[in-house]
């Protein structure tokens, strides 16, 4: 089994022990960090696919999501860029209700790679705490807001209305992203931008903060 097969496996059978060699294995035999990334995130995916038929249970899923954040450890540095000129000050969070937060770490590594002062708020966050600490930090240029359950779809449109209601929508954007999220619910719900992934999140947030 070649290194990049046994850090899915690993991810799969929630192996937090021993990624980390492996993932480093991977890395020396010069598999590329975005690619060992990818790995992982397709493992997580037949996971997902494995719940779904109740082949395992969430139990299982929650291993695995240990074993995915251990080989993400590793991953870092590598997959870190320029962060020497600071792009500006975010905010980001997964919506209330939902617990994943994964995709949103990965996304604020990729952020803060790309020189952003990310201010990461955790999973489950209630509306008023977003809208507080954009008041409490005016120089915040995006919020980002996370969401990975269809059924909390509706809390991250309640989160984009709270903010919009605000003095200050008109000088912070809102991109929002997440597993069941679409463009077209992002328009439908006045987001000002979606992106699929966290690599095409720090663009957009670049090209947003400009
Ligand atoms: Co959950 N879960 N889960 N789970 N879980 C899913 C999401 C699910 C699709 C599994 C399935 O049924 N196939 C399903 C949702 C179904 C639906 O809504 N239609 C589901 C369910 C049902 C549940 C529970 C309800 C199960 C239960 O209790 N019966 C429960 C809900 C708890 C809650 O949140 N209130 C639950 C719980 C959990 C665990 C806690 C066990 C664990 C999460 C642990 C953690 O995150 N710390 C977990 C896991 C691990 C998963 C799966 C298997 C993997 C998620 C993941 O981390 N993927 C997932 C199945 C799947 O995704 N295929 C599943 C890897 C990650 C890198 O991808 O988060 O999509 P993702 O992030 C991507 C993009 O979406 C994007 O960038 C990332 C990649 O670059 N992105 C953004 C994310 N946020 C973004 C923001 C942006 C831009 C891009 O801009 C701001």
């Known amino acids: 089994m070649s290194k990049l097969q046994e850090v899915a496996d690993l991810t799969e059978r929630g192996k937090a022990k021993l990624i980390g060699a492996a993932v480093q ?82 996304v604020a590594m990729m952020l803060e790679s790309a020189g952003f002062e990310v201010i990461d708020l955790g999973v489950d966050v209630p509306i008023e705490k977003f809208v507080e600490t954009v008041k409490e930090n005016p120089d915040v240029k995006i919020v980002c807001l996370s969401a990975l359950l269809t059924t909390t779809m509706p809390a991250m449109k309640d989160t984009v209305a709270a903010l919009a209601a605000e003095d200050f929508r008109s000088n912070i954007k809102i991109m929002v992203g997440g597993a069941p999220i679409t463009q077209e619910f992002a328009d439908e719900i006045g987001a000002d931008a979606y992106t699929a992934d966290a690599a095409s999140a720090a663009e957009k947030a670049k090209e947003l903060a400009a």
């Open 25 to 106: 294995g991977a890395l020396d035999e010069g598999t590329p960090a975005p690619e060992i990334l990818n790995t992982m995130i397709d493992a997580m995916g037949v996971v997902g696919e494995k719940f779904k038929r109740n082949e395992i249970f969430v139990p299982e899923m929650l291993v695995a999501a240990r074993a995915m954040k251990k080989g993400v450890e590793i991953l870092k540095p590598h997959l870190a860029g320029d962060n020497t000129v600071s792009a500006g000050k975010l905010i980001i969070g997964t919506v209330a209700g939902d617990l994943h937060d994964i995709g949103k770490n990965l």
